[in-house]
């Protein structure tokens, strides 16, 4: 089946800094990859996402970059602040299925 | 809007007790996600209904663990005879029934099983 991994698993970075998450997966039937956000002790939150069909997709301070021949998203969040500080999860659904497959997380923390 | 609910949020059983997880999808919604999150593990499927019908369990352990969806405001889990290495987090997620549309997640159930 589909696995999706993630690097790096731990980022530590100072408030201000750019960061990077790297997201692989291995099923080209993939179409539809979310990305989502676990801050501690609250729930999934639904940050961005990007369809096959597309290559580059941009909201405030995250852009998600998708290669469909290597089979690679990235996530670039900007300025990062301290309240962007958490885990975070990139997924992938297979063609017209709607489970999701999730990536191992990457956990972020922003320094002030 | 309070979003997709889940009850308890924790549960502490004896080994060998059966654990009943409650989702209330949010409303409108026809499509609702099982899913478990441990450390070891990972975020992994388990099984969804699209309008109160199963569609794919092919996550879920295939003894012990069942989900029914009786109505369309709400979707139980049942684990039978729990073991330790059913501690986890189990979380409920719902959609709209358009394709590839956004999954919006509950704040978890977390069971420890003693």
């Known amino acids: 089946g589909e696995q999706v991994e993630q690097l790096p698993s731990s980022l530590i970075v100072q408030e201000g800094a750019s960061v990077l998450i790297n997201c692989s997966y291995t099923?080209?039937?993939?179409?539809?990859f979310p990305w989502y956000k676990q801050e501690p002790g609250k729930r999934l939150q639904f940050i961005i996402d990007?369809?096959?069909?597309?290559e580059r997709k941009q909201t405030q301070r995250l852009t998600l970059l998708f290669d469909k021949k290597t089979k690679h998203l990235s996530l670039h969040i900007t300025a990062t602040q301290p309240g962007d500080s958490a885990i975070y999860f990139c997924?992938?659904?297979?063609?017209?299925?709607?489970?999701?497959?999730f990536g191992t997380g990457t956990s972020l923390l922003v320094d002030p | 809007n309070a979003g997709v609910i889940q009850t308890p949020r924790h549960k502490v059983t004896g080994k060998g007790q059966e654990a009943t997880l409650w989702c209330e999808p949010i409303?409108?919604?026809?499509?609702v996600f099982w899913y478990r999150q441990t450390i070891v593990q990972g975020l992994e499927f388990l099984t969804y209904?699209?309008?109160?019908?199963?569609?794919?369990d092919s996550g879920m352990p295939k003894e012990r663990f069942s989900a029914q969806m009786p109505n369309q405001s709400h979707s139980t889990l049942k684990i039978q005879s729990t073991q330790p290495q059913d501690s986890a987090v189990y979380l409920c997620?719902?959609?709209?029934?358009?394709?590839?549309?956004?999954?919006?997640f509950g704040p978890g159930t977390r069971l420890l099983v003693l």
């Open positions: 997924s992938a659904s297979i063609g017209m299925g709607y489970k999701l497959t």
């Open positions: 990007i369809r096959s069909n597309m």
């Open positions: 209904f699209r309008n109160q019908a199963p569609i794919d």
């Open positions: 099923d080209s039937a993939s179409v539809y």
């Open positions: 409303s409108g919604h026809s499509a």
């Open positions: 997620a719902s959609s709209t029934d358009r394709p590839r549309d956004t999954q919006y």
